[in-house]
């Protein structure tokens, strides 16, 4: 049972964040981790990534609001990619253009639940098509409902910190994001739903990263009042 | 003999079909446990049964019971502080004693009053799940006579079912907790970072300065800062209308 083997595999405490993905690491064949929590509301916050690639596959899903962290955030199932060159991914076809240009070969979406609920997704790759098998997948399951508490704890503690420093491989909570779409809902005289899906447009259509985008809008150095709508959406 | 078999059968496999369909569904466990013990009641020939959970603190409390007798006699277990069911509750394991009268010189206080309510034997199952024990199942007699080994382990393994029920839904009670205490931390997070976005570009400030005035704007009103920041996301409250001081 996943629920036994939940039970044994524990983390060792105390633990820093970086060490959350670091069990998948040393037990799976991958090349890289990260672990986001994600609230039934949506919001998600990155808490460790073991390398640039698996940020960006991660931020990736964040920018463009498609993948399969989503469906497994809210189905709780385990999502493999073996080979994500060999697939149209219909589910999600932008996110798998854009790894089409990242050296991945296969991605594993895992729930990372406590109980029942799921509270977030450790989001692992391999750099060649790789399957796992059902040991590997109750290995990756049983890590992941480990590592739950210890994640959920960062996040919170992360959350409620007003001067929390976010930094390349711990992208956390993208504040500057959401900073730049409080900006922009007073530029453009929208609601922030919309301001956040006109930053999300804006640097899908330049090919430049959410963050980046958000950073400019922070700066000053970039505003949308004037820009022209058929630049954001082409 | 075979017929009694037969259907005692019948009878247990359809048991544990239902509880498989109550675990995979919302279910009470007060229900699920008053449900356990009258059938286990009814397959396992005895006249009354009970089931006492631990609570928080480790003191057992009664939760179920099939009748007044089985509440009462319980109840006198609990008030007296010694019975096979605290003994069971203690140890983890079974405990039968087939003859009362002959055998209940361990609880005293307890023997007499099951013997006065006519209850002649008792077999206590405990509800443990890998090491943790949370309750008991209690079953009684009006003849004497242990269960036999077969009927203990029919007893043991719709209470283990059960168990695992209770426990699951434990464990989800407390999952939903702190999803909901998660959410609403990265939702105030991010109201907040939004509402310092607004702020910083209608004052023309820096997200320090935004931070610092929306703080003191809720703080001078007594208001969650979760609040302050929703409502300027919302324009529905102008922080610059107060004199910085």
Not at chain 1, 73 to 98: E, K, M, N
Not at chain 2, 35 to 62: H, N, S
Not at chain 2, 155 to 167: E, N, P, R, S
Request: with cysteine; charged share 20%.
């Amino acid at each position: 049972m996943t629920d036994s083997a939940n039970s044994e595999a524990r983390v060792p405490e105390p633990y820093d964040v970086h060490d959350l993905c670091r069990p998948f690491l040393s037990s799976l064949p991958v090349s890289g981790a990260s672990v986001t929590v994600v609230t039934a509301s949506g919001a998600r916050m990155t808490l460790c990534s073991s390398d640039a690639i698996a940020a960006r596959i991660d931020e990736l899903q964040f920018e463009l609001g498609e993948g399969p962290q989503s469906s497994v955030a809210l189905s709780g199932q385990i999502v493999i990619v073996p080979d994500v060159a060999s697939r149209g991914h219909d589910d999600w076809p932008v996110l798998g253009a854009a790894l089409g240009e990242l050296p991945v070969g296969a991605i594993f979406c895992v729930p990372i639940q406590m109980g029942a609920v799921t509270v977030g997704v450790a989001t692992l790759y391999c750099d060649k098509p790789l399957a796992l098998n059902n040991h590997q997948q109750t290995t990756a399951l049983a890590i992941a409902s480990a590592i739950a508490g210890g994640a959920v704890q960062h996040a919170m503690v992360s959350a409620i910190d007003d001067a929390a420093v976010e930094s390349p491989t711990a992208p956390a909570l993208r504040r500057e994001v959401h900073q730049a779409t409080g900006i922009l809902l007073v530029q453009l005289n929208t609601t922030a739903t919309i301001a956040y899906a006109r930053l999300q447009a804006y640097a899908f259509a330049n090919g430049r990263t959410l963050q980046s985008v958000a950073h400019d809008v922070v700066a000053g150095s970039l505003t949308f009042d004037d820009t022209p709508r058929d630049n954001t959406f082409p | 003999m075979m017929m009694t078999t037969e259907t005692r059968e019948t009878k247990l496999s359809a048991a544990f079909v239902k509880l498989a369909d109550t675990l995979v569904t919302d279910f009470d466990v007060v229900d699920l446990l008053h449900w356990l013990v009258e059938k286990c009641t009814e397959i396992l020939d005895t006249q009354a049964g009970g089931i006492m959970l631990a609570d928080p603190t480790g003191q057992l409390q009664l939760v179920a019971s099939t009748s007044e007798e089985a509440e009462l006699v319980e109840i006198f277990q609990l008030a007296a502080g010694a019975g096979p069911c605290l003994d069971c509750f203690r140890t983890g394991t079974p405990v039968t004693v087939g003859d009362l009268e002959a055998d209940g010189g361990r609880w005293p206080t307890f023997s007499t009053e099951a013997l006065k309510l006519g209850f002649r034997s008792v077999h206590a199952t405990p509800l443990r799940l890998r090491g943790q024990f949370v309750g008991t199942m209690n079953l009684f007699s009006h003849h004497t006579g242990a269960l036999i080994a077969e009927d203990i382990a029919v007893a043991q393994a719709l209470a283990d079912v059960a168990t695992i029920g209770l426990l699951q839904e434990r464990h989800l009670r407390n999952a939903n907790l702190v999803a909901e205490q998660l959410q609403r931390a990265l939702d105030s997070r991010i109201l907040i970072e939004q509402a310092k976005g607004v702020l910083a570009t209608t004052m023309s400030t820096t997200m320090n300065d935004a931070f610092t005035t929306m703080r003191t704007y809720a703080r001078d009103r007594n208001l969650p800062l979760r609040q302050v920041a929703d409502d300027i996301i919302g324009r529905r409250i102008d922080v610059r209308k107060r004199t910085t001081s």
